[in-house]
């Protein structure tokens, strides 16, 4: 799948329109741009955990997309919340661990708009060929 | 903290309110029941991963808050997708698994429209004393 | 499978007799009773994390095996180390939380010799019908 | 601390002693040669998964060690197994993912005897300075 397809598969759901969503690379793995308003924020200061795991998610479902031309499901997730992210923009990257014929597996990386990571993910995925 | 503190709480979160989260029980725990619209879906039929994530993120935040008194912040999350969540009512709860004076844990568990668990998520967690 | 198929399987790894696992339960889940020597401590007082995890793993690995009758292989693995494990008698089970077609997840508890819940596990699977 | 002390440290433990690990490398991170015996294996032909677990808790747990100087404890670890452990020469790999002062992060990476990653973890610690 090319970056229009893939990014016309996020146009879909407007909950990634709300994180301003936008797929900005897909070279070894696929890289979202994001921007997160205040919605989305604890105490005026820190972006909920389930976001930063919206975001993660997602990044780490599209690296598999990606590689392999068809969707996938989540089977488990293990975000790590590194620091707090702050609102504003954002970048998180997926990457593919391995991609086998029943079982996927993929990670993902959250930067918040300081240049720091603030949290990573790891996922287990079933391929979802319906 | 009563269960309307606790509720005030979920209030100043607007992202809380989109899905509608709503304390109803307090008892060796946290329920909250909640609605999840279109917004938060995918192909018109599953709700988003991360939306899961989120609910159970702050039912498991909110049971060491109200055994506490005082707020938490996630160290790391593990999510467990049992079977996919559709649309509509749910109810989230949350329990303290252990909690400790620099270390909490404590789990959650969604139960769809269908009284079926479709997801758990078990998580560690800092004090936040600031 | 029966309780006596299952210990046999549990015999045939020398590493499973070094910590004395012995079934002794199949009940909603297996239960198996173990010793841990001194070989598995470290400073003289705590189990390695690593033998909790072994415990665990096994536990969770059986309650699939026994209620399936066809063995599994674990995919991930998260463990909660709610306090330290002294070395000695421990129980450890295992139960399923769901078994589908291409995955499991099981969840296992160790508890110690004083009676505590000193560990928890959940874990994914694969079946393993080669 | 340097080299001999982490690995005096290892060489207490009788169980690390069984596995042969051995500290090979401390540049960026801890890097351990092991070999793991017929004692650890499932069916002749696969490392317990719990070993996997110990080899990369003990590197993931000592990358703190070696960057901090003093002891730190699992407060929980998840592992990714992507293939099976073949038993034989393996090498595990431990780096700091993030120290703070109450909270540490590390991840581990199990190579086996063909330069295959089978395995990889990320685990949260406290520290132990009792």
């Known amino acids: 799948m090319d970056i229009t397809d893939l990014q016309d598969?996020?146009?879909?759901?407007?909950?990634l329109r709300?994180?301003?969503m936008?797929?900005?690379d897909t070279e070894g793995?696929?890289?979202?741009?994001?921007t997160i308003g205040s919605d989305f924020v604890l105490d005026g200061a820190v972006v909920h955990g389930g976001i930063v795991a919206s975001l993660l998610d997602t990044a780490a479902?599209?690296?598999?997309?990606?590689?392999?031309?068809?969707d996938w499901t989540t089977v488990d997730l293990r975000v790590d919340y590194l620091r707090?992210?702050?609102?504003?923009?954002?970048?998180?990257?997926?990457e593919v661990v391995r991609r086998?014929?029943?079982i996927g597996r993929s990670r993902a990386e959250l930067v918040d708009a300081d240049g720091k990571t603030s949290a990573t993910a790891?996922?287990?995925f079933v391929p979802n060929t319906e």
């Open 122 to 124: 790891i996922a287990t």
């Open 29 to 34: 793995g696929v890289t979202f741009a994001a």
């Open 61 to 70: 479902t599209f690296a598999l997309i990606g590689a392999s031309g068809h």
């Open 84 to 94: 707090p992210t702050p609102p504003g923009s954002v970048s998180v990257r997926g």
């Open 18 to 20: 709300m994180l301003g």
């Open 9 to 15: 598969f996020v146009e879909t759901v407007p909950f």
């Open 22 to 24: 936008r797929l900005i």
């Open 100 to 102: 086998g014929r029943t």
